[in-house]
C-alpha cells in the first residue's frame, strides 16, 4: 500500500488509516471552530477556516499525526444578533468533543490534539478535556489559552512588518491576514473598514453581544491586513503548537 499523500483524515480511506495507524501514527489534531460573523468583509466560515488549515500545518510539521475534520458550529451566542450565524449550547459542543475523542481513542489513537480558533469555544474545551482524559487510554492535550493565542497572532503581525497590534482579535487585521493567505478570494476587499480599536471587557463581548461593541461586528483594523502577515500568524502558531504538542507527548 502506497503512503498517503494527504493527512486530513476524511481524505484518507479506512485501509488507508489503518496503515497509519500501524506505521506509528498515533496524534490525531481536532481544531474546535466555528460558524459565525465576521463583519462585512470576511466570510462566516473563518474561523474553521483556520482551523482546517492549523490542523493541516500541525499534522504535517509533526510528521507522524493526522488531522481531523475541523468540529462545527461553536458557542456563538454573543454573536447571534448578525444573520447567518449559527450557535450551539456548551453541552452540545462538549458531548461533540467527547464523541470525537471517544471515536478515535477506540482507534488506537494515543494523543489527541484539541485546538479551539474561536473565542467562545475556550472554556468548553477547557471543561471538557481533563474529564474526557479520564475516562480514554488517549492523551487529551488541550491547546487552549486564548490569551495565547492572541499573542502569538499579534507576534505574527509585527514579524511581518505590521506595527498593529490587537488586544482581542475578531475580523481586524489578524484575522483578515489569515484569510488573504489562505483563500484570498473570500475577502471582500471592498469592504474593508476599521471597527472597534482599543481596549475592552471580553466579559462584556460574551454578556451583552457584540453588537453592542461594535455595530460592524468587526474589533480592529482589517486595513492593515497583509497576505505575507497572514502567513507569519499562522507560522508562528503552528510552531508554537507543535512545540507544545512534542512536549505533552514526551511527558507521557
Known sequence: MTTPSSVLLEEL????VEAALDAGTRTVVVAV??????????????????????????????GDALAAPTIRPGCSGHHMDFPGT??????????????????????GFEHVVLVPTHGGNFAPVNTVAPE????????????ADLDE??????????EAGVDYEEPVIHA????TAVVLAVAEGLVRTDELAVGHEGDLSVSRLLSE???????????GDPREATADAGEAILERVTAAYVERIEAERDAV
Do not use: K
Not at 493565542?149 to 509585527?158: A, I, T, V
Open 13 to 16: 480511506t479506512w485501509p488507508e
Open 33 to 62: 471552530g466555528a460558524i459565525e460573523q465576521h463583519g462585512p468583509h470576511l466570510p462566516l466560515v473563518m474561523d474553521t477556516l483556520a482551523g482546517d488549515e492549523l490542523a493541516r500545518r500541525i499534522a504535517e510539521r509533526l
Open 86 to 107: 449559527l450557535t450551539v449550547p456548551p453541552e452540545v459542543l462538549m458531548d461533540t468533543i467527547r464523541a470525537y475523542c471517544r471515536s478515535l481513542d477506540e482507534h
Open 132 to 143: 474526557v482524559a479520564r475516562e480514554l487510554d488517549a492523551n487529551v492535550v488541550a491547546l
Open 149 to 158: 493565542l492572541m499573542s502569538l497572532q499579534n507576534e505574527g503581525l509585527r
Open 172 to 175: 481586524g487585521a489578524v484575522e
Open 209 to 219: 453581544g457584540f453588537r453592542a461593541i461594535t455595530e460592524t461586528g468587526v474589533l
